[in-house]
């Protein structure tokens, strides 16, 4: 079992920067693919960024340039770093970690764990 639980969430005008954290427990946190989504009102849940236990990272496209997803395998934490913010950011966001081979990274279907969310609001 592992669990996440996510913070650094708040209300942040647009232009704005924020760092969301993602805390897991567990010993094996290094083997798992981290990944972030976000769900706003009335909206599915989406992929937002990933980043696989070599390292690797993967980004939607709306990211462009703005986020930046990290870990610290020591401290067994994630991070979303969130430059430039618009009020369409605007969501609840979610840390996830898996480590099943597929599908891949962009889809729910690959994490077995969820944390509770965190909110972000980014006002114009």
């Known amino acids: 079992q592992v669990q996440l639980v996510e913070s650094g969430g708040g209300l942040v005008q647009a232009g704005g920067s924020l760092r969301l954290s993602c805390a897991a427990s567990?010993?094996?946190?290094?083997?798992?693919?981290m990944g972030w989504f976000r769900q706003a009102p009335g909206k599915e849940r989406e992929f937002v960024a990933a980043?696989?236990?070599?390292?690797?990272?993967y980004y939607a496209d709306f990211v462009k340039g703005r986020l930046i997803i990290s870990r610290d395998n020591a401290k067994n934490t994630v991070y979303l770093q969130m430059n430039s913010l618009k009020p369409e950011d605007t969501a609840v966001y979610y840390c996830?970690?898996?480590?099943?081979?597929?599908?891949?990274?962009?889809?729910?279907?690959?994490?077995?764990?969820w944390g509770r969310g965190t909110q972000v609001t980014v006002s114009s």
């Open positions: 996830a970690a898996g480590r099943r081979p597929n599908p891949s990274y962009y889809y729910t279907e690959r994490y077995d764990y």
């Open positions: 567990g010993r094996t946190f290094s083997t798992y693919a």
């Open positions: 980043i696989s236990w070599t390292g690797t990272t």
